[in-house]
Protein backbone atom coordinates (compact mmCIF):
# COMPACT_ATOMS: atom_id res chain seq x y z
CA UNK A 1 0.00 0.00 0.00
CA UNK A 2 0.97 3.25 -1.08
CA UNK A 3 2.33 5.45 1.68
CA UNK A 4 0.54 8.71 0.87
CA UNK A 5 -3.05 6.64 1.46
CA UNK A 6 -2.56 5.79 4.74
CA UNK A 7 -3.82 9.05 6.29
CA UNK A 8 -6.79 8.41 4.51
CA UNK A 9 -7.36 5.08 5.57
CA UNK A 10 -6.45 6.07 8.90
CA UNK A 11 -9.22 8.46 8.62
CA UNK A 12 -11.92 5.85 7.29
CA UNK A 13 -10.90 3.78 9.65
CA UNK A 14 -11.63 6.13 12.84
CA UNK A 15 -14.56 7.24 11.51
CA UNK A 16 -15.41 3.44 11.41
CA UNK A 17 -14.32 2.52 14.61
CA UNK A 18 -14.66 5.51 17.15
CA UNK A 19 -16.22 3.59 20.34
CA UNK A 20 -13.23 1.31 20.60
CA UNK A 21 -9.61 2.68 20.21
CA UNK A 22 -8.41 6.28 20.58
CA UNK A 23 -8.33 8.39 17.25
CA UNK A 24 -5.04 9.57 18.01
CA UNK A 25 -3.73 6.21 17.23
CA UNK A 26 -5.09 6.68 13.54
CA UNK A 27 -3.30 9.67 12.50
CA UNK A 28 -0.38 8.82 9.95
CA UNK A 29 3.01 7.09 11.29
CA UNK A 30 5.88 5.77 9.72
CA UNK A 31 5.89 2.31 8.61
CA UNK A 32 9.50 0.84 9.34
CA UNK A 33 11.25 -1.15 5.80
CA UNK A 34 10.64 -4.51 6.79
CA UNK A 35 14.42 -5.19 5.97
CA UNK A 36 15.80 -2.51 8.18
CA UNK A 37 12.92 -3.75 10.91
CA UNK A 38 14.39 -7.21 11.21
CA UNK A 39 16.44 -6.92 14.91
CA UNK A 40 19.65 -8.69 15.41
CA UNK A 41 18.46 -11.51 16.99
CA UNK A 42 16.97 -14.58 15.53
CA UNK A 43 13.01 -14.91 16.24
CA UNK A 44 11.81 -18.35 17.09
CA UNK A 45 11.34 -19.47 13.18
CA UNK A 46 14.98 -18.67 12.71
CA UNK A 47 14.39 -15.28 10.81
CA UNK A 48 17.69 -13.08 11.31
CA UNK A 49 18.07 -9.46 10.53
CA UNK A 50 19.10 -9.94 7.04
CA UNK A 51 15.21 -11.57 6.24
CA UNK A 52 16.61 -15.02 5.08
CA UNK A 53 15.26 -18.44 7.33
CA UNK A 54 17.63 -21.32 7.71
CA UNK A 55 16.61 -22.79 4.60
CA UNK A 56 17.46 -20.00 3.04
CA UNK A 57 13.76 -18.56 2.42
CA UNK A 58 13.46 -15.12 2.50
CA UNK A 59 11.39 -13.20 5.54
CA UNK A 60 10.51 -9.99 4.14
CA UNK A 61 7.62 -11.95 2.75
CA UNK A 62 6.11 -12.47 5.55
CA UNK A 63 6.65 -9.46 7.42
CA UNK A 64 5.20 -7.31 3.80
CA UNK A 65 2.21 -9.75 4.17
CA UNK A 66 1.73 -8.94 8.34
CA UNK A 67 2.15 -4.83 7.46
CA UNK A 68 -0.52 -4.96 5.07
CA UNK A 69 -2.93 -6.60 7.74
CA UNK A 70 -2.16 -3.41 10.21
CA UNK A 71 -2.95 -0.78 7.53
CA UNK A 72 -5.77 -2.52 5.97
CA UNK A 73 -7.53 -5.07 7.97
CA UNK A 74 -7.30 -8.03 5.27
CA UNK A 75 -10.12 -10.56 5.93
CA UNK A 76 -11.35 -8.33 8.78
CA UNK A 77 -12.14 -4.93 6.67
CA UNK A 78 -10.83 -1.61 7.65
CA UNK A 79 -13.03 -1.77 10.74
CA UNK A 80 -10.44 -4.75 11.83
CA UNK A 81 -7.09 -2.72 10.33
CA UNK A 82 -4.63 -2.81 13.82
CA UNK A 83 -3.21 0.73 13.00
CA UNK A 84 -6.56 1.78 14.40
CA UNK A 85 -5.91 0.92 17.91
CA UNK A 86 -2.24 -0.54 17.88
CA UNK A 87 -0.47 1.79 15.36
CA UNK A 88 1.87 1.22 12.88
CA UNK A 89 4.92 0.78 14.99
CA UNK A 90 3.06 -1.16 17.63
CA UNK A 91 2.79 1.05 20.29
CA UNK A 92 -0.62 0.68 22.04
CA UNK A 93 -2.03 3.74 23.68
CA UNK A 94 -1.45 3.20 27.43
CA UNK A 95 -3.88 5.73 28.47
CA UNK A 96 -6.73 3.94 26.40
CA UNK A 97 -5.48 0.31 28.03
CA UNK A 98 -4.77 -0.68 24.24
CA UNK A 99 -1.20 -3.42 24.72
CA UNK A 100 1.91 -2.88 23.55
CA UNK A 101 2.73 -5.20 20.61
CA UNK A 102 5.73 -3.70 19.59
CA UNK A 103 8.03 -5.86 20.39
CA UNK A 104 6.53 -8.61 21.70
CA UNK A 105 7.31 -12.31 21.08
CA UNK A 106 5.79 -13.70 18.45
CA UNK A 107 4.91 -17.09 19.42
CA UNK A 108 2.87 -15.75 22.02
CA UNK A 109 1.29 -12.81 19.69
CA UNK A 110 0.53 -15.73 17.45
CA UNK A 111 -0.75 -17.65 20.17
CA UNK A 112 -2.69 -14.87 21.43
CA UNK A 113 -4.77 -14.06 17.81
CA UNK A 114 -5.16 -18.29 17.64
CA UNK A 115 -6.78 -18.03 21.14
CA UNK A 116 -8.92 -14.83 20.22
CA UNK A 117 -10.00 -16.61 16.94
CA UNK A 118 -10.98 -20.41 18.76
CA UNK A 119 -12.80 -18.33 21.90
CA UNK A 120 -10.17 -19.88 24.72
CA UNK A 121 -9.31 -15.74 25.25
CA UNK A 122 -12.89 -14.04 24.72
CA UNK A 123 -12.79 -10.60 23.80
CA UNK A 124 -15.91 -8.42 21.85
CA UNK A 125 -12.83 -6.45 19.87
CA UNK A 126 -10.72 -9.38 19.18
CA UNK A 127 -12.60 -12.16 18.34
CA UNK A 128 -14.13 -11.25 15.52
CA UNK A 129 -11.19 -10.11 14.41
CA UNK A 130 -9.27 -12.87 14.71
CA UNK A 131 -11.87 -15.33 13.39
CA UNK A 132 -11.48 -12.61 10.06
CA UNK A 133 -8.20 -13.36 9.51
CA UNK A 134 -6.79 -16.60 7.51
CA UNK A 135 -4.51 -18.57 9.95
CA UNK A 136 -1.64 -17.42 7.67
CA UNK A 137 -2.87 -13.66 8.61
CA UNK A 138 -2.62 -14.06 11.86
CA UNK A 139 0.92 -15.63 11.62
CA UNK A 140 2.12 -12.65 9.34
CA UNK A 141 1.11 -9.81 11.10
CA UNK A 142 2.03 -11.46 14.97
CA UNK A 143 5.79 -11.62 13.09
CA UNK A 144 5.42 -8.10 11.60
CA UNK A 145 4.86 -6.59 15.36
CA UNK A 146 7.30 -8.71 17.00
CA UNK A 147 9.94 -7.65 14.75
CA UNK A 148 9.11 -3.63 15.44
CA UNK A 149 11.22 -1.86 17.80
CA UNK A 150 9.97 -0.96 21.25
CA UNK A 151 9.36 3.23 22.06
CA UNK A 152 11.86 4.35 24.18
CA UNK A 153 10.49 5.05 27.98
CA UNK A 154 6.32 3.13 26.80
CA UNK A 155 4.96 3.06 30.19
CA UNK A 156 7.29 4.83 32.41
CA UNK A 157 5.90 7.23 34.55
CA UNK A 158 2.43 6.79 33.96
CA UNK A 159 -0.45 8.56 35.85
CA UNK A 160 -1.93 5.92 38.15
CA UNK A 161 -5.82 6.94 38.44
CA UNK A 162 -7.65 6.35 41.55
CA UNK A 163 -11.06 5.14 41.86
CA UNK A 164 -12.12 8.90 41.97
CA UNK A 165 -10.01 9.72 38.56
CA UNK A 166 -7.66 11.48 40.49
CA UNK A 167 -3.75 10.45 39.66
CA UNK A 168 -1.87 8.45 42.86
CA UNK A 169 1.14 10.31 43.70
CA UNK A 170 3.54 10.99 46.80
CA UNK A 171 3.31 8.00 49.69
CA UNK A 172 0.79 6.37 48.34
CA UNK A 173 2.06 5.69 44.73
CA UNK A 174 5.35 4.90 46.22
CA UNK A 175 3.82 1.95 48.57
CA UNK A 176 1.93 0.62 45.51
CA UNK A 177 4.63 0.38 43.30
CA UNK A 178 7.15 -0.90 46.31
CA UNK A 179 4.44 -3.72 46.99
CA UNK A 180 4.18 -4.69 43.01
CA UNK A 181 8.11 -4.36 43.12
CA UNK A 182 7.61 -7.22 46.08
CA UNK A 183 5.54 -9.28 44.04
CA UNK A 184 6.80 -9.32 40.70
CA UNK A 185 10.42 -10.15 42.67
CA UNK A 186 9.14 -12.43 45.48
CA UNK A 187 5.57 -13.30 44.87
CA UNK A 188 3.55 -13.65 48.15
CA UNK A 189 4.76 -17.34 49.56
CA UNK A 190 2.10 -17.19 52.35
CA UNK A 191 -0.69 -17.61 49.60
CA UNK A 192 1.23 -19.98 47.09
CA UNK A 193 1.66 -17.53 44.40
CA UNK A 194 5.64 -17.15 42.83
CA UNK A 195 7.38 -14.00 41.96
CA UNK A 196 6.52 -13.04 38.39
CA UNK A 197 9.79 -13.02 37.46
CA UNK A 198 10.05 -16.61 37.91
CA UNK A 199 8.31 -17.07 34.69
CA UNK A 200 8.45 -13.56 32.75
CA UNK A 201 12.01 -12.62 33.46
CA UNK A 202 14.26 -10.37 36.10
CA UNK A 203 12.97 -6.83 34.02
CA UNK A 204 9.39 -8.15 32.75
CA UNK A 205 11.63 -8.98 29.24
CA UNK A 206 9.25 -12.50 28.94
CA UNK A 207 11.04 -15.15 27.83
CA UNK A 208 10.54 -16.84 24.48
CA UNK A 209 8.70 -18.74 23.13
CA UNK A 210 5.47 -17.87 25.07
CA UNK A 211 6.19 -16.19 28.14
CA UNK A 212 5.63 -12.23 27.57
CA UNK A 213 6.67 -9.13 28.10
CA UNK A 214 5.16 -7.18 31.05
CA UNK A 215 7.47 -4.08 31.29
CA UNK A 216 6.12 -0.92 29.87
CA UNK A 217 2.65 -2.05 29.03
CA UNK A 218 -0.45 -0.27 30.35
CA UNK A 219 -1.16 -0.55 33.89
CA UNK A 220 -4.83 -0.68 32.73
CA UNK A 221 -4.62 -3.53 30.37
CA UNK A 222 -2.30 -5.61 33.17
CA UNK A 223 -4.92 -5.39 35.90
CA UNK A 224 -7.48 -5.98 33.51
CA UNK A 225 -6.28 -9.11 32.06
CA UNK A 226 -5.58 -10.40 35.87
CA UNK A 227 -8.97 -9.68 36.26
CA UNK A 228 -10.47 -11.52 33.43
CA UNK A 229 -7.74 -14.40 35.07
CA UNK A 230 -9.47 -13.93 38.25
CA UNK A 231 -13.42 -14.39 36.76
CA UNK A 232 -12.07 -17.45 34.22
CA UNK A 233 -13.21 -15.36 31.14
CA UNK A 234 -9.46 -15.89 30.06
CA UNK A 235 -8.12 -19.49 29.76
CA UNK A 236 -5.82 -19.95 27.68
CA UNK A 237 -2.78 -19.86 30.11
CA UNK A 238 -0.47 -23.26 30.51
CA UNK A 239 -1.57 -25.40 33.46
CA UNK A 240 -4.06 -22.60 34.95
CA UNK A 241 -1.04 -20.77 36.62
CA UNK A 242 -2.26 -17.45 35.49
CA UNK A 243 -5.55 -18.25 37.03
CA UNK A 244 -4.37 -19.54 40.15
CA UNK A 245 -2.38 -16.44 41.06
CA UNK A 246 -5.15 -13.55 40.56
CA UNK A 247 -7.08 -15.72 42.44
CA UNK A 248 -5.30 -15.76 45.13
CA UNK A 249 -4.29 -12.19 45.26
CA UNK A 250 -6.18 -9.53 46.56
CA UNK A 251 -7.61 -7.29 43.78
CA UNK A 252 -5.53 -4.15 45.35
CA UNK A 253 -2.16 -6.51 44.91
CA UNK A 254 -3.29 -7.35 41.28
CA UNK A 255 -3.62 -3.71 40.34
CA UNK A 256 -0.23 -2.99 42.32
CA UNK A 257 2.21 -5.43 40.35
CA UNK A 258 0.51 -3.86 37.03
CA UNK A 259 1.23 -0.44 37.89
CA UNK A 260 4.72 -1.63 39.02
CA UNK A 261 5.03 -2.97 35.67
CA UNK A 262 3.97 0.09 33.73
CA UNK A 263 6.52 1.63 35.07
CA UNK A 264 9.06 -0.01 34.27
CA UNK A 265 10.75 0.72 30.74
CA UNK A 266 10.18 -1.82 27.84
CA UNK A 267 12.61 -4.80 27.23
CA UNK A 268 13.03 -7.35 24.51
CA UNK A 269 13.59 -10.64 25.43
CA UNK A 270 16.26 -12.64 24.71
CA UNK A 271 16.57 -15.15 21.45
CA UNK A 272 15.55 -18.66 21.83
CA UNK A 273 18.17 -21.11 21.69
CA UNK A 274 18.53 -21.69 18.07
CA UNK A 275 17.82 -25.71 16.96
Known amino acids: MRRAALPALAAVCAALCPAVCSPALAQEAPIPPAAEALPDRVLHDGIGRDGIGHD ?36 GDAAAGVPRLA ?101 GEGVPPGLPALAGQPAGYLEEQLLRWRAGIRRNGPVGVMAHIARHLPPEDLRAVSRYYASLPPARAAAAPGP
Open 56 to 91: GSRGSGPVMRGQYVVVSGAGAGLRGACLVCHGTDGA
Open 103 to 203: GQLDWYLHKQLDDYARGTRPDPVMGPIARALTAQERADVALYYAIQAPPPGAGGGLPLPTAGGATTAGPARGETLARGETLARQGEPRAGVQACAACHGAA
